[in-house]
């Protein structure tokens, strides 16, 4: 394989393109009309122009990409995340004219795209499930009599859904009927899939997600844990490898449970599944992203392994070159998203122009963009600008470093959610490791970040007045010096 095709944008694009530039493989890259001049296009050693701005005309139009391929011989797609990335057909179309599909089979993609398919998939496997009903219903008479088998509060769910669309939570009978309704309508308009399905809802769970590697030699392998349980709309913001709380026997339990469920879809290339873990430590499988992962560089760094290289090694058919036993966890990663969203008005995009945009720079500190300064933020896609990771020998000092590197990364023309970042970074229930997925609910509210932005101004206006009052002793204090003025006159 020796050019590749990135069909996706953005720092997505970038990281996949670096990688491949260092494993000598040529890069094309795909573009809509406002990414023209964007950093993913300029670096690929190719670009096409896949048609205008909105992803529905452009990096959602299967044909396209193909013929993008085609035409430049590309022998491999890499999807990159989101868009087409865990589309089956797309997959297959890639496969059918004779491309090969860094990722894993049409078949995995279409079972772990479906969290009832995917239910079915791992049921005999053993892998521990949240109690619930484990079939696509709409027949809200049903839906009551499973909830009052269960038990409030329960969870409705949509089966195609993804990112909380279609998902509610139900606190009693009464309100059952109009959740459901809602859940479904919000389902089919966002997945064109109307099925839900009821779960226990978890109270206080942590989000973890197990990071899998597989070949097409039957070698399955798992690179630990990452806690995503920082959200903001059922959406991860801050994420970090490995987990506070997981115990050496949990991770192995977790780890191994990961790996039955890679094996249930006959999975290959690199996958997460996930898991929700309760306040007693019991851990539930949730669903199988079969994708990388936005937040895969916390696991790259506390492993050592490049994940987009094994993606691409294993797409060429090759062989992982490591056992389970050769993985062990080095140091602590953290990642802070950094979306154009305003923390201060409910997360709200912010479209604008980086009239001022410097990232920071330093050992451990690791930034992932795909956006230069002057360069407009679009309203077609992701409000995300970058990832900002940082990488120490503990957890201490990654959090320390990451506070670090917001201060020193300098953004004007958008709002950013960098001030949101560096507020759970100095909340002590993160600092303590004492949180669940309802941090942003119990310790976040706009007003508390607007009163630490007016401390850090007061604190500063404070060392500005010491710095002006010691510069200004310092200019009026006389010094003694000779003269020869007198001399010359006598």
Known sequence: M??????????IALRIMKTAQKMGIKTVAVYSEVDRHSPHVKFADEAVLLGPAPSSESYLVMDKIINAAKITGAEGIHPGYGFLSENAVFAQMVEDNGITFIGPKP?????MGNKLAAKEAVRDYDIPMVPGIEEAITDVALAEKVAKQIGFPILIKASAGGGGKGMRVVENLQDLPEQMQRAISEAQAAFGDGSVFIEKYVGSPRHIEIQVLADTHGNTVHLFEREC???????????????????????????????KVAKACDYVGAGTVEFLLDEKKNFYFLEMNTRLQVEHPVSELISGIDLVEQQIKVARGEKLAFTQEDLKITGHALEVRVYAEDPLANFMPSIGTLSTYKTPVGEGIRVDDGFEEGMEVPIYYDPMISKLITYGKNREEAIQLMIKAIDGYKVEGVATTLSFGKFVCEHEAFKSGNFDTHFVKNYYSPELLEKQYAEERRIAALVALKLYLENDKIVKIPTKVSSNWKKSRA
């Open 229 to 259: 349980s920082v959200q903001r709309r059922h959406q991860k913001v801050v994420e970090e490898a490995p987990s506070a709380v997981l115990t050496p026997e949990i991770r192995k339990a977790m780890g191994e449970a990961a790996i």
């Open 107 to 111: 078949h995995a993609i279409k079972v």
């Open 2 to 11: 020796k050019k590749i095709l990135i069909a996706n944008r953005g720092e």
